[in-house]
């Protein structure tokens, strides 16, 4: 009735106190009465004939409790287990996703010579209608200084939010320098380093930072040195952890497993 047992199992749960409260009335209770009965030669026989078996099966009926426990325990962490890794599974396919619709944005900048903001509103279109967790994507390209930037800073390079998806809501962020965040400008330095998609660890927002680079040549360089010479720019994706959990737990069995974000 409190919510606490769930209701397939409310036969079972009730099946385990019977069989326990049962169990202690019919070990305990002649125990108890040979205990507390008048002295005499009767009550002392009746302690070895009936007190005895009933502590010796009392002991026996304990350990075969505690090994049942122990089951029990290893099947429900086997259980919780089986669920988490499925939801780790599940949220693994979702960010790589993400991660490959970053990358299909990388390969678009990389065959075009230039990509309007028309045509970048219109490649990007619905992508949120397929991947909700996926809050906005914006082109952020490598320019060098001279150039009218939010927060710019004295820097030898910046990385100004360029063109994003959606734009609405989100206009005032055109323009601003990704990179005047010290914690940004070093994660988005690694990425263009490693040449590959990489993400950012949790943060002061709700959200995680993905990130792809984009070079001037079809493949990143084979160095980290021609790699920061051939940089473009970097394709960026704000990702929704409670929108990726969400999902993940709308798709399997979540009963007893409370997740805290």
């Not at 030669?41 to 409790?65: I, K, Y």
């Not at 990179?179 to 993400?199: C, T």
């Not at 990702?239 to 997740?259: F, K, N, P």
């Amino acid at each position: 009735l409190l919510g606490a047992v769930a209701p397939d199992n409310a036969a079972f749960n009730w099946f385990t106190w019977w069989v326990g409260d049962t169990m202690g009335t019919l070990l305990v209770a002649p125990v108890g009465l040979i205990v507390l009965a008048a002295p005499s030669g009767l009550a002392r026989r009746r302690g070895w004939t009936v007190g005895v078996p009933l502590m010796a099966a009392l002991a026996g009926s304990a350990l075969l409790f505690l090994d049942a426990k122990r089951s029990d325990e290893a099947r429900c962490a086997r259980v919780f287990e089986r669920r988490t890794d499925e939801i780790t599974r599940l949220l693994a396919e979702q960010v790589d996703s993400v991660l490959a619709a970053l990358v299909s944005i990388e390969r678009y900048f990389t065959s075009s010579e230039s990509v309007t903001r028309e045509e970048f509103h219109v490649f990007n279109a619905r992508l949120h209608d397929r991947l909700p967790a996926l809050q906005a994507v914006a082109w952020c390209p490598r320019v060098q200084p001279g150039e009218s930037l939010a927060h710019a800073g004295a820097r030898p390079d910046h990385r100004p939010i360029r063109y994003l998806e959606p734009e609405q809501g989100q206009s005032a962020m055109l323009g601003f320098d990704i990179a005047s965040d010290p914690d940004r400008r070093e994660f988005l330095q690694g990425v263009v380093d490693a040449g590959e998609p990489l993400l950012t660890g949790p943060g002061r927002g709700p959200g995680l930072l993905a990130a792809v680079p984009v070079y001037l040549t079809t493949a990143p360089p084979l160095t980290v040195e021609a790699r920061r010479r051939a940089e473009r720019g970097c394709v960026l994706g704000v990702i929704r952890v409670i929108q990726l959990v969400e999902r993940a737990l709308a798709r399997v069995d979540s009963r007893g497993i409370d997740v805290v974000i």
